[in-house]
């Protein structure tokens, strides 16, 4: 199967109000609407096929790349390959599928991070804090938590909205999980205040640090 029959078969599954909801939360004009579960069906079909998954991400085709995220082998993916692809693509949505499905797996990814945390490029930076907010959560021992807390607390004012968004992840997590720290990370996030005003839907926590920490903890008991 080719790019082109993919291509076909997605804009065949397009949906004006799933469009719409793309745009809203950042996609560009290069998409269809398609929803997550028919991507997800494609996906299921065509299982592991890595030339084919590189083919529809350079089409830069909102649906392609979520469905090249699915079915690219990480482990033939260089550094150099998989740091062009994060740079690439700026809509958040797409970023994370890509984090969780490609660098979440990929086998060098301590490399990259120590590099993405020290990087100028946004999505770069994004992709290197969310490898240390899942450092802090389950490899603690890689990173250095008083370090990071200073830099949180000195950098996340000024950074990219992108950025921002791990960073506070990974400010949670240390109050999550790591009780000896617990107080300073409340108290950066209290100093900093940024999501606490963020609109939370019912039934979910919001992303102000403090609120998520201790609505974590208070699960934990």
């Known amino acids: 199967m080719k790019a082109k029959d993919i291509l076909a078969q997605l804009e065949a599954l397009g949906d004006e109000k799933m469009r719409a909801q793309n745009k809203k939360r950042g996609a560009g004009d290069n998409q269809f609407g398609v929803k997550m579960g028919d991507i997800r069906t494609i996906a ?16 830069g085709n909102v649906e392609a790349r979520f469905l090249a995220a699915l079915i690219i082998d990480p482990k033939k993916l260089s550094n150099d ?4 692809m994060v740079s690439s693509e700026k809509f958040t949505h797409i970023a994370d599928w890509f984090y969780s499905y490609v660098i979440k797996e990929y086998p060098d990814k301590e490399t990259l991070r120590q590099k993405w945390m020290h990087t100028s490029d946004i999505m770069q930076a994004r992709a290197g804090w969310s490898l ?6 389950r490899n603690p021992e ?3 938590i008083p370090a990071l807390l200073d830099r949180i607390e000195n950098e996340m004012p000024k950074a990219a909205p992108e950025v921002q968004w ?16 617990r107080e300073r990370a409340l108290a950066i996030g209290e100093k900093l205040g940024i999501y606490r005003d963020y609109p939370t839907s019912k039934g979910c926590t919001s992303p102000f640090a403090p609120i998520w920490i201790n609505e974590m903890v208070r699960r934990q008991e």
């Not at 390959?81 to 062009?84: L, N, P, R």
């Not at 240390?132 to 959560?137: A, I, K, L, Q, R």
């Open 44 to 59: 299921k079909k065509i299982k592991t096929n890595h030339e084919l998954a590189l083919e529809l991400w350079d089409t």
């Open 81 to 84: 390959e998989i740091a062009k």
């Open 132 to 137: 240390t907010s899942g450092c802090v959560t």
């Open 142 to 144: 890689l990173v250095d």
């Open 166 to 181: 791990t960073m506070n992840s990974t400010l949670a997590q240390i109050g999550i999980n790591h009780p000896e720290y």
